[in-house]
């Protein structure tokens, strides 16, 4: 029944242009590769997952020759060729991978350890240098720290305002940030949704003495500073394997809520956004990005301005893109840009990827 079920899917999701064949080359992704073959990319894993002849989809190798191929009247996808080298990815993370791992997501900064003090009060963050750190409760030689400083706080929004982010100074109070937002547009706004941290450095506990840590950084990073927060590192937070999928329900307070280093985004970007794994979003789920349609005076109808304005119309939202979460946390989220016909911007909504209106 299982293969039964994915040969319809297949059939009915196939595009009309679709190669018979296709040789892996280095660079390709999953999703891209699949996009080759099917009009909606995310449902590659129900696909191949059901046809045993590919032993697992997320290793495809350069130089595999992917077919399409039909028995008995069913399509099937099989992989052939030599498995050497590195796989490829699922989705190119690669590309991104400076950006995505230096930034996190907590609850409260100002809940955590903090940089009291630097060798010879250096602000500058190179490999042996010596931090002093207040508040690092149970710390013990050998632990691994990372030292982070305040960005954004992520907002709720309210019937107003789409959710958004308003920058933070290294207090975790308000000031300029990354992620471009122009003053007054955006704010984080109703229910806080979590702070942004971005990650300055990596360093190694050595030595404890009553309630001050003494933290010798491993490598050169941006300069650390009295204030700047310290919590455990997270050795690999993402993974470079996923199962792009939709989700069962898209929550209806999703939006796009930043950009990072820009007001408009294209495919391979990354962006945060207001639903996290309380609202069921999980790594690999694919939404689709609108632009919420604007609500015009009907100035045809009525030659009165005034009556004009009384008849507004809502006009329909307009398909922008596809984008996949990588990284969630509690309430918040991000996500790649995987596809648009045009630029993604702070406050879109996010719905099924099946979504036509």
């Known amino acids: 029944m299982l293969l039964t079920f994915a040969a319809v899917a297949f059939a009915a999701e196939l595009r009309e242009d679709h190669p018979t064949t296709y040789v892996v080359k280095r660079g390709d992704t999953l999703w891209d590769i699949a996009g080759r073959f099917l009009q909606k990319p995310w449902l590659w894993p129900e696909i191949w997952q059901a046809n045993p002849q590919v032993q697992n989809p997320h290793l495809i190798f350069p130089g595999q020759v992917l077919s399409l191929v039909y028995i008995d009247g069913e399509p099937r996808v099989r992989a052939e060729g030599p498995q050497v080298g590195e796989a490829v990815d699922t ?21 955590l350890p903090y940089v009291i003090g630097t060798e010879d009060d250096r602000l500058y963050g190179v490999s042996g240098q010596l931090i002093y750190v207040r508040g690092l409760q149970g710390a013990a030689p050998g632990m691994v720290v990372d030292l982070a400083r305040p960005v954004n706080l992520f907002g709720g929004g309210n019937k107003r305002n789409p ?11 308000r000031h300029h940030s990354h992620w ?29 003495q009553g309630e001050v840590a003494t933290v010798v950084l491993r490598e050169e990073g941006r300069e650390i500073r009295v204030g700047d927060r310290v919590l455990p590192s997270e050795a690999q937070p993402y993974d470079l394997q996923f199962v ?46 609108w632009s919420p349609g604007t609500v015009v005076p009907d100035t045809v109808a009525h030659r009165s301005g005034m009556a004009a304005k009384a008849d507004k119309v809502q006009l329909p939202d307009e398909f922008v893109g596809n984008l996949m ?9 991000y996500a790649l840009v995987m596809n648009g016909i045009r630029p993604v911007s702070h406050g879109d909504t996010l719905k099924h990827p099946d979504a036509t209106e």
């Open 91 to 111: 989705i190119p993370l690669s590309e991104v991978e400076a950006l995505l791992k230096h930034f996190t997501v907590v609850e409260d900064p100002k809940a």
């Open 244 to 289: 792009p999928r939709a989700p069962d329900v898209v929550p209806s307070n999703a939006r796009i809520m930043a950009v990072a280093d820009g007001l408009l985004a294209g495919p391979n970007l990354v962006v945060a956004i207001s639903a996290g794994a309380r609202d069921g979003i999980r790594n690999g789920h694919v939404m689709s990005i």
């Open 325 to 333: 979460v990588f990284r969630t946390f509690d309430k918040v989220a």
């Open 180 to 208: 471009t937002v122009p003053a007054g547009f955006g704010e984080a706004t109703g229910e806080k949704l979590g702070y942004e941290l971005a990650i300055h450095a990596t360093g190694e506990v050595t030595r404890v």
């Open 163 to 173: 959710p958004g982010a308003t920058p933070l100074d290294f207090r975790g109070d």
